[in-house]
């Protein structure tokens, strides 16, 4: 296999892998984006979930507070009937603050059931809140989700195609010229370039006029002293570039 023949394969090569590269970035874009929603929905949902457990958490306080409100009353209403019966002074000032000491605690207890209504309040506007904004997303993945997945599995598809395509035409290849070729690919995005008009045209760097006519006979790989990209020799376009003086040179 000559040298021309193994860098007609890397031309053919690079082709397949800016295909695939491009592909590659897409698929990663597209599977990315969905993942993120999906996370997302899944934070939003566990949100909700939380805030319902912590309502009902606040609410069964709450209620125990209630019966304990209710029972509070009526040992209230039977302190008071102690005092009307008391005798002495002293027993009537001890059920006196027996009556303030309970309502005291009464009254502590209705505050706190006053704060957790409050925090229950505003729990549950938050909760709203959140539902509307799960709902929101959970729609959009619903409407979207099987036409990412579609699209996903076509660049799958395609990705395969390409890679197959790629490992036919590196079986053709020398393996050290392909390890080289990655290696660069790698570093560089491409891994050849074209030589022409003596000038590599990914650097754009003016080749030295040996190295340009090594090119030219392909006896060997020739990296670009620059980009160390490897160079191939192409013919200058014969169109002449925009712009030109075309006119200027008759012919
Ligand atoms: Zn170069």
Redesign the pocket.
């Known amino acids: 296999m000559t040298i021309s023949d193994q860098l007609e394969i890397l031309k053919s090569l690079a082709v397949v892998d800016t295909a695939l590269s491009g592909l590659l970035a897409e698929l990663e874009a597209e599977g990315g984006a969905l993942t993120a929603k999906k996370t997302q929905l899944e934070g939003l949902e566990a949100k909700v979930q939380r805030s319902e457990q912590s309502i009902g958490e606040m609410e069964h306080t709450r209620n125990e507070l209630m019966l304990e409100i209710r029972q509070m009353s009526v040992q209230v209403s039977k302190s008071r009937e102690k005092l009307s019966r008391c005798r002495t002074e002293r027993e009537a000032n001890a059920a006196q603050r027996e009556v303030e000491e309970l309502r005291k605690l009464y009254r502590d207890r209705e505050v706190e059931i006053e704060k957790i209504n409050a925090l229950v309040e505003q729990a549950r506007i938050e909760m709203e809140g959140t539902v509307k904004e799960r709902d929101a997303l959970r729609g959009e993945l619903g409407e979207s989700e099987g036409a990412v997945q579609t699209r996903l599995s076509e660049l799958q598809a395609k990705t395969a195609q390409h890679q197959a395509e790629k490992d036919a035409l590196v079986k053709g290849v020398k393996p050290q010229i392909f390890r080289r070729y990655e290696m660069i690919r790698k570093r560089r995005g491409s891994a050849v370039?074209a030589a022409i008009g003596s000038?590599?045209?990914?650097?754009?760097?003016a080749?030295p006029p040996m190295l340009f006519q090594q090119i030219m006979q392909a006896q060997e790989m020739i990296?670009?002293?620059?980009?160390?990209?490897i160079?191939y020799y192409q013919e200058p376009s014969p169109t002449p570039p925009e712009g030109s003086t075309a006119d200027s040179q008759p012919g």
Do not use: D
């Open positions: 370039s000038s590599c045209t990914e650097c754009h760097i080749l990296q670009c002293p620059s980009c160390n990209r160079l």
